[in-house]
């Protein structure tokens, strides 16, 4: 067990804390909650990468706390009507499609090196500064800029997941050419 995964492990911890706290309408201490469990995403890959403590569970942990995170924030903000639910359904819908892919290149016996793209990185940066930002609402006047935000981040997790489709097409697609060359 890495201190990276460790870190991991907490940030899947905070998640119901974080459920807990904004269903209470505890908006300061789920926002405390949600930062803490942001930094500690970027943390623990920072860690691995300097201290080399990458480790073959942290490469399916981390992707996996952070859709965790994400997916229980979106539900729970539209289900409180601080989110439109369609962006929540779209984020909840492109990581299902993630992960069934995912399964789905398993099964055809295609090993599953995740390495998330840039685009992918950019759309989970969008989508925790979403949440920062309707979580910090009571603070700052974010209502001018909501809807863009919602919509930027929409077209970035769009853009993804058909890149993902995309990627994992090619990989099938590349196996039955060479099973029937």
């Known amino acids: 067990m890495t201190i990276p995964n460790l870190i991991t492990i907490l940030m899947v911890l905070l998640v119901p804390i974080f459920v807990i706290y904004i269903i209470n309408d505890r908006t300061l201490g789920s926002l405390i909650i949600f930062v803490i469990a942001s930094i500690s995403d970027a943390l623990d890959g920072f860690i691995a990468r300097v201290f080399h403590q990458k480790s073959d569970l942290g490469v399916y942990l981390d992707p996996l706390a952070d859709k965790i995170l994400l ?89 993804s997941g058909l890149q993902y489709i995309r990627i994992g097409l090619v990989i099938l697609t590349q196996d039955e050419k060479t099973n029937f060359a």
């Open 71 to 159: 997916v229980t924030a979106y539900t729970t903000l539209a289900i409180l009507k601080m989110i439109p639910p369609w962006l929540a359904v779209l984020i909840i819908s492109r990581d299902v499609i993630i992960l069934l892919g995912v399964l789905l290149l398993y099964l055809n016996r295609h090993p599953v090196k995740v390495h998330p793209s840039l685009l992918s990185k950019s759309t989970t940066c969008l989508q925790i500064a979403t949440i920062l930002m309707i979580l910090s609402n009571s603070y700052l006047n974010i209502e001018p800029i909501k809807m863009y935000a919602f919509w930027i981040t929409a077209g970035f997790t769009i853009a």
